[in-house]
């Protein structure tokens, strides 16, 4: 990986432990599974957040607002389901 492509990660998982003390509180999680090429962040969520019917406004809302405050290159967060 390139350094770059390493401070481009270290930012979203800065974002991400941002986020994070929230997901739980509500005992869910995320995890980042990659960045593409495309500066799209591909996130697996866990626990409660999985089946809770506003993920998807938590996706948008929360987490991608979060990680552009952080890594504004970055275009959209994608959910990948397990």
């Given at each position: 990986?390139i350094?770059?492509?390493?401070?481009?990660v270290?930012?979203?998982e800065?974002?991400l432990s941002?986020?994070?003390p929230?997901l739980?509180?509500?005992?869910?999680?995320?995890t980042?599974?990659?960045i593409?090429?495309?500066?799209?962040?591909k996130?697996?969520?866990?626990g409660?957040c999985?089946?809770?019917?506003?993920?998807q406004?938590t996706l948008?809302?929360?987490?991608e607002?979060?990680?552009k405050?952080?890594?504004?290159?970055?275009l959209?967060?994608?959910?990948?389901?397990?």
């Amino acid at each position: 990986m390139i350094a770059s492509e390493q401070a481009l990660v270290e930012k979203v998982e800065k974002a991400l432990s941002e986020v994070r003390p929230y997901l739980k509180s509500d005992g869910g999680d995320i995890t980042l599974i990659e960045i593409t090429e495309e500066n799209v962040v591909k996130v697996m969520l866990h626990g409660s957040c999985v089946d809770c019917n506003v993920n998807q406004m938590t996706l948008k809302a929360g987490v991608e607002s979060t990680i552009k405050k952080y890594a504004p290159e970055i275009l959209r967060v994608e959910k990948i389901n397990a």
